[in-house]
């Protein structure tokens, strides 16, 4: 009886706690911070910040400058956690090489109305390229996507949505199932997960030159996860890889200068 009693109170906690997993599981995959200034607050004195509305009718913030002459546009799509000011020294850096800039908050992250989810965020990336080509006459030749962390699950959608000049991947993974099933081995991740960000079976369709960037002590998205999502990619390709470096801790100017440089070779 004793062991039949563990037995229950056992599968009972366990069922607790994958129901408590999939109702809290976008509280633990999304962290947006709402607390952001203007763009001058940050040093980005040459940024205006602009309001978007997407297809479902939300309104989301993005931050632009623009290019100099015949350079790119990066169009960037940042990380699950903070918002656009905590990228403000790389947006700068990447204006002074010359390339314009728009960086745009998912809905619920900085100014931007809503909740985040994975349709949502894609959503709010349509309207940014939109927004670009639309707005601002960027020719598609002339953008490049760019994504970080989680928002290199979006730059994948929109690179086989859109056809641009080329995509940046920086700490990406090949599914949040992998991710999530690596953090929580002891849980039927594929049965509760909600949004699945599944770039490793939409990779071998983007139609366009990727760089992509992975430190080898990442410990949030592990480099194993973005070799592989490079391996299933088209050429032309190229991957550097930073051995010191985690999920966090880029050199930014190491990074601008090997965009600048893989825009040389595929222009």
């Known amino acids: 009886m004793l062991v039949k009693s563990i037995l229950k109170i056992s599968v009972v906690t366990y069922l607790f706690i994958c129901v408590a997993m999939y109702g809290l599981q976008r509280n633990l995959m999304y962290k947006p911070d ?17 309001s978007l509305k997407t297809s479902d009718g939300t309104t989301i913030e993005a931050w632009y400058h623009q290019a100099k002459e015949n350079y790119p ?56 390229i939109d927004y670009a080509v639309q707005n601002l006459s960027i020719s ?34 090949t599914s949040m199932q992998a991710t999530a099933s690596g953090k929580y081995p002891w849980l039927p991740v594929d049965l509760l997960l909600k949004d699945r960000f599944d770039s490793i079976n939409k990779i071998a369709n983007i139609q366009t030159p990727l760089l992509l960037f992975h430190g080898e002590k990442d410990t949030l998205v592990p480099v194993a996860l973005g070799k592989e999502l490079f391996a299933k990619a088209p050429e032309p390709k190229q991957a550097i890889y930073f051995p010191e470096v985690g999920h966090n801790g880029f050199d ?16």
Do not use: W
């Open 73 to 128: 546009t990066i169009i960037y799509f940042h990380g699950n956690a903070g918002n656009l000011s905590q990228r403000a020294e790389f947006f700068g850096l990447l204006r002074d090489a010359g390339f314009g800039v728009i960086g745009v908050d998912y809905r619920g992250y900085g100014r931007s109305q809503g909740s985040p989810s994975e349709d949502g965020f894609y959503d709010d990336a349509r309207a940014t």
């Open 252 to 267: 930014m100017e190491t990074l601008v200068s090997a965009i600048i440089e893989f825009c040389k070779t595929n222009k």
């Open 140 to 173: 598609d030749d002339k953008i490049i996507i760019y994504g970080e962390s989680i928002g290199t699950a979006v730059a994948v959608q929109m690179a086989i949505e859109y056809k641009t000049a080329a995509l940046i991947l920086r700490s990406p993974f």
């Open 34 to 50: 709402t607390n952001i200034d203007s763009p001058a607050s940050y040093g980005l004195v040459d940024f205006s910040a602009t």
